[in-house]
């Protein structure tokens, strides 16, 4: 699966480097920009779904009626709607692909957002794994040896103490940006020779290309965690609004989208539940990750759920299945005036 992304990342990583440079550097602004870019070219996979769902509303007639003929046999009943859909021309799997290609898409995407040293800065991916590896090896030798220091390393860089690993590339630009020496003094000076070209590389093409990782004001840092604390008067941080951000965002499109769903199609299960569920795990998620990775799902949640409203709007189930019947009246119109000029 890490080849596919790998595929996948390359091409799209050469169209988020070039919207780092055109837009000054900027992470939070190419991240944006970068999510309208991939969920306009994903606009004919959800019609393509939607055309799909007609497929089977469409059907929907026909398949009770096999329901009613079949009774309980289980397999004559999956032969008649396989020969049904063959003959309609229709794909048991149709709706299916779009989703499989979505999904493969935000996986492979999300890796991308977590490697921004690798596909907005250029670097080697190799030279940055094996710094990322170094310092977290060096972090857990120094767990073993200086606790205290451990855990002010551990507290000041946000990486949480649950572990002390450099997991991403946000994680780690923190680390190589910091000009204090912590690098050195978590690696040790054997360590650090050995990684020392590498860390020299991957330092100089983050210079280079100069990328901000700020949101609107220094004090929303999308590498740093957003790490919560129980006292929220001393521990605030405006970092908690990127988590918050993405609950709000994905609570706000989902339950306009179960709006739009319950319309087009009535019959449809109540999926409150789910609604619900998802944005509650961002928010307790988001507290977790680096809040680049809050700050691409609030933009996902807002261009993804307006262009699937849209979408819904204007090729929703019931919209296109109106067109189908339509065209199909139309067709028998158009017979019946042939055979009527026949007699005539």
Known sequence: MGRL??????????VMRFLAQILGGNFAASVFVFTLFIDVILIPLNIKSQKSTVSQLRLKPKLDELKKRFGDDKQKFAQAQQELYRKENVSMAGGCLPMIIRLVLLFAIYSLILSPLTYMSGADKDKVNNVSTAISEGLEDLKESDADRYEEIIKEYNLG????????????????RDDTGIVEEVLGEERYEKIKDDYNYVCKKDKESNISYTLF???????????????????????WLLPIGAFLSQMIMSLIQSKINKINTPDAPSMMGLTLFMPLISLFIGFTFPGG??????????????????????????????????????KEIDFEKKQLEKFN
């Open 5 to 14: 992304f790998d595929i996948i990342n390359i091409p799209l990583g050469y």
């Open 217 to 239: 004001t220094d004090d929303i840092n999308l590498i740093e965690k957003p790490n919560f604390s129980l006292d929220i008067f001393h521990s605030f941080s405006l970092n």
């Open 161 to 176: 103490s649950s572990r002390g690993t450099v997991s991403n590339q946000l994680g780690l630009i923190k680390f190589i």
């Open 293 to 330: 990775v809050c700050f691409y799902w609030i933009c996902s949640s807002l261009i993804g759920g307006l262009i699937q409203i849209f979408v819904q709007i204007f090729y929703g189930p019931q919209r296109l299945l109106a067109r189908e019947r339509t065209k199909d009246l139309e």
